[in-house]
């Protein structure tokens, strides 16, 4: 399994809310506008539980919420997917108004998609780590 890390970010919230926010994936929808334009994301749609979404080279993915450990860890798997991708949300609380996150992907990946897409998969989970820590959690 390929695995990719997104480097740790620090939140000015505390983890309830961070996690409160995050583990309800309804709460994307307010939040589409934030999204770069470069992560190349079309047809977002979600709900409570799932995600999904459109982005080249690897077409349409979904995610379903398949664990929550509150305010922890909130993990996720592919919906539909014909390879095995995991991924989860970390969050630890250091202070009151503090929170480090990191973002792990895992994805059992050929070889020949994993040259494909390794890159864009280590640029994009940082990507992604970025936009949540930019949300205001308040």
Not at 15 to 20: L, N, R
Not at 86 to 108: C, H
Not at 109 to 117: A, D, G, R, T
């Amino acid at each position: 399994m390929a695995e990719y890390v997104s480097d740790v970010k620090q939140i000015a919230a505390n983890a309830h809310k961070v996690f409160a926010k995050l583990s309800d994936l309804s709460n994307v929808e307010a939040m589409k506008d934030k999204i770069p334009a470069e992560a190349g994301l079309k047809d977002l749609t979600c709900d409570k539980d799932s995600i999904s979404f459109s982005v080249n080279p690897v077409g349409n993915v979904k995610f379903k919420i398949i664990e929550r450990e509150e305010p922890k860890t909130i993990k996720f798997a592919a919906d539909g997917s014909p390879i095995e991708v995991n991924m989860w949300i970390q969050l630890v609380e250091k202070e009151e108004n503090l929170t480090k996150m990191r973002l792990t992907l895992k994805a059992d990946l050929p070889m020949m998609v994993k040259m494909m897409v390794d890159g864009k998969l280590k640029d994009g989970i940082n990507k992604v780590a970025d936009v949540l820590a930019n949300i205001n959690y308040e």
